[in-house]
């Protein structure tokens, strides 16, 4: 990504003191578990080490170290049985999800050979998480439970442990960039309006302002030509163009991606919301007709970009695109009644991961709502499972998640320049369309391949927001 972030999450053992003494094995046998545990951990996140914790002064420490670090996620593994007073203190201050992992090492017990130390190192499991819930919720505090199997392995867990890591990343990728709204929204489209400081209260997103006559000046002391030359290859290796593509035709797309690039970076940007409702002319026309596949080439490298000045679907699409990969504009385009499919898609930037096969651009006289023309990009997403992300607000300004599964599936597709599925769903396209419109999103939607929902509702909880599940 061209703004690289990495989620902090907040790591410790519990076990009870008064054990310890008792058992002399157990030290030494929690340590071993707690170390191998910690290695189990995707390396795609910063561990903060609160250690293993007996005692509520050790647990005060732990916490000490999470607030400094201002972690985004805390893992608990539970050793054995303890008290609350062995967690509480670490999570107190804290407003970030306690994910509490469950994991006994042994499968089954051998029964006839398994003495106390034995059974409380090494096949105590559930009896202390009903006690840590009950506490936490009592807090006030989100949580989540993963209870399995560390002897032979177990897939589950570990699914479950590397999709929080994930929906941790977003947080910190919120939480440490910023969002650049070039222009206004589109105007009358007032789903799409915002309150960019409750935006900034709410899901720790600051926006930076920025004008079109700055972007029109953006590239002007760009004049490396092995970088430019660089990437008008980049553009052509990820685009096929209408009426062949040559370096020389790309030459100005390219220098404004270079120069898109370097403002990223500078700016710590990993998110865009755009919209143009100029004139198109001159300096302002040259860029206008190429900006779709200029910000096509961002996405690529994981920033955002959303047509029509919505921020909501950026979001949207950043989240997506951080947890599978993937992240498509996309919006409700048609149904066609006689097969029961949606054909969802959009026009404007999108992201060549999701697509099948290589993305095409061509030339447009007029760009459909919007003015000038230029050039459109048509990317293919793959068939199979496909996953939909909106967000919305309520009266009060709360934002929430709304999300649906469904499959790609081959046939005739729009052939105007513009990216578009043919989605079916398990609840048809005309319930689909009803829910979803029902649950009150902006007519904009992001789209990943695969089946994310259950990492999404790791998202919602830890910025704590509502989900509308609306099929699967």
């Known amino acids: 990504m061209l703004v690289e972030t990495k989620a902090r999450v907040g790591v410790f053992a519990i076990a009870l003191g008064a054990y310890l003494p008792q058992f002399p094995s157990l030290a030494p046998e929690f340590e071993g578990q707690y170390n191998?545990?910690?290695?189990t951990l995707p390396d795609?996140?910063?561990?903060?080490?609160?250690?293993?914790?007996?005692t509520k002064e050790q647990a005060m420490e732990a916490g000490d170290k999470f607030r400094a670090a201002d972690v985004d996620l805390v893992i608990l593994q539970l050793l054995t049985y303890a008290t609350s007073y062995n967690m509480l203190p670490a999570v107190r201050d804290l407003d970030v999800p306690v994910v509490l992992v469950n994991l006994q090492k042994k499968k089954a017990?051998?029964?006839?050979?398994?003495?106390?130390a034995t059974w409380l190192g090494e096949l105590y499991a559930c009896g202390a998480v009903g006690e840590m819930v009950a506490d936490l919720e009592r807090a006030g505090k989100r949580h989540a439970v993963i209870t399995g199997v560390v002897e032979g392995g177990d897939p589950h867990a570990q699914a479950e442990i590397a999709e929080w890591c994930k929906a941790a990343q977003v947080r910190r990728r919120f939480r440490d960039t910023n969002l650049a709204q070039i222009g206004r929204p589109y105007p009358g489209m007032m789903d799409l309006y915002i309150d960019e400081t409750n935006l900034y209260h709410r899901m720790y997103l600051y926006t930076k302002q920025f004008d079109w006559e700055k972007m029109w000046a953006i590239a002007g002391d760009i004049t490396g030509e092995a970088a430019i030359r660089a990437k008008a290859q980049d553009i052509l290796d990820t685009f096929d163009i209408e009426g062949g593509g040559t370096i020389e035709k790309v030459w100005d797309m390219a220098r404004y991606v270079v120069a898109?690039?370097?403002?990223?970076?500078?700016e710590r940007i990993a998110l865009i919301?755009?919209?143009?409702?100029?004139?198109?002319?001159?300096?302002?026309?040259?860029?206008?007709?190429?900006?779709?596949?200029?910000?096509?080439?961002?996405?690529?490298?994981?920033?955002?970009?959303?047509?029509?000045?919505?921020?909501?679907?950026?979001?949207?699409?950043?989240?997506l695109k951080t947890i599978s990969g993937t992240g498509q504009l996309s919006e409700m385009y048609s149904i066609d009644f006689n097969e029961d499919l949606c054909i969802i898609g959009h026009s404007g930037s999108g992201d060549a991961d999701i697509s099948a096969k290589k993305p095409t651009m061509k030339v447009v006289d007029v760009f459909h709502g919007k003015a000038g023309g230029g050039y459109l990009t048509q990317f293919y997403p793959h068939l199979g499972p496909v996953t939909y992300l909106a967000i919305t607000q309520d009266r009060d300004g709360h934002f929430k998640f709304v999300a649906a599964e469904g499959v790609n599936e081959a046939g005739p597709v729009f052939s105007f320049g513009d990216t578009n599925m043919r989605t079916r769903f398990a609840c048809g396209a005309r319930a689909f369309c009803d829910k979803w419109s029902q649950a009150g999103p902006t007519h904009?939607?992001?789209?990943?391949?695969?089946?994310?929902?259950?990492?999404?509702?790791?998202?919602?909880?830890?910025?704590?927001?509502?989900?509308?599940?609306?099929t699967r």
């Open 36 to 39: 191998d545990f910690k290695k």
């Open 260 to 266: 898109f690039e370097r403002w990223v970076k500078e």
């Open 444 to 470: 904009h939607m992001a789209a990943a391949s695969g089946r994310h929902i259950e990492t999404i509702l790791k998202v919602a909880n830890i910025f704590n927001v509502p989900v509308d599940i609306i």
């Open 44 to 54: 795609t996140v910063e561990l903060i080490n609160g250690g293993i914790v007996t």
């Open 273 to 319: 919301a755009s919209h143009y409702d100029g004139f198109a002319q001159g300096q302002a026309g040259v860029l206008d007709s190429m900006l779709i596949p200029a910000f096509s080439m961002l996405i690529k490298q994981g920033v955002a970009c959303a047509v029509e000045g919505d921020i909501k679907v950026a979001m949207a699409m950043s989240i």
């Open 109 to 116: 017990p051998d029964y006839a050979n398994t003495d106390t």
